[in-house]
């Protein structure tokens, strides 16, 4: 079955930019009949959704993030990437990629905690 | 965007109790509604999609009802492990958004 699997540095200086990448296996990131999200949790509060990517290169992301987001797919690794630039304390979170079917995130994979400190 | 809110914020109940959790959402959605579970330092899992199917692998005492703006997630007799919170979410329109939750506590 299809899992997925964040990967990427825990630890951001303010003002850098985040960098995740989030590797699909057991099923094609190409297969066309989902899209590929990233969502993120700031400690001890509710789920923010950052935007998604296509296989084609398409995205959509959350006007909130105030275009400092940008998704990336690379389908010859089966994975697809998050850069969040400006970063500042506010994106101390636990960022999660997920498969949008376009009915719901039906696989998550498991998180990072990512800790924007100088 | 689509404001999700959903109440109570939290409430404690006994196992064998009967709880039920509402989401209301800011415009229509039509049947674009799916339910949430994450337990402490775990992804959230969906339950229930399209406001009342439920998720393959997820027991029958889950269920899911309404339309439109207003909707509900029934847990008929409350287990041991469903002690966890609960999220609503809608996929009517980007961007998605979530509801702000709804911690189910041991009374």
């Known amino acids: 079955q299809v899992q997925l699997q964040e990967s990427g540095p825990g630890l951001v200086k303010p003002s850098q930019t985040l960098s995740l990448t989030c590797t699909v296996s057991g099923g094609s990131i190409s297969s066309g009949d989902s899209y590929w999200s990233w969502i993120r949790q700031h400690p001890g509060k509710g789920l923010e959704w950052i935007g998604y990517?296509?296989?084609?290169?398409?995205?959509y992301y959350n006007p909130s993030l105030k275009s400092r987001a940008t998704i990336s797919v690379d389908t010859s690794k089966n994975q697809f990437s998050l850069k969040l630039s400006s970063v500042t304390a506010a994106d101390t979170a636990v960022y999660y990629c997920?498969?949008?079917?376009?009915?719901?995130?039906?696989?998550w994979g498991q998180g990072t905690m990512v800790t924007v400190s100088s | 965007d689509i404001q999700m809110t959903q109440s109570p914020s939290s409430l404690s109940a006994s196992v064998g109790d009967r709880v039920t959790i509402t989401c209301r959402a800011s415009?229509?959605?039509?049947?674009?509604l799916n339910w949430y579970q994450q337990k402490p330092g775990k992804a959230p899992k969906v339950l229930i999609y399209a406001v009342s199917s439920l998720q393959s692998g997820v027991p029958s005492r889950f269920s899911g009802s309404g339309s439109g703006t207003d909707f509900t997630l029934t847990i008929s007799s409350l287990q041991p492990e469903d002690f966890a919170t609960y999220y609503c979410q809608q996929s009517y329109s980007t961007p998605r958004t979530f509801g702000g939750g709804t911690k189910v506590e041991i009374k």
């Open positions: 415009q229509s959605i039509s049947n674009f």
């Open positions: 997920g498969r949008d079917t376009l009915t719901s995130f039906d696989i």
């Open positions: 990517i296509y296989y084609s290169g398409s995205t």
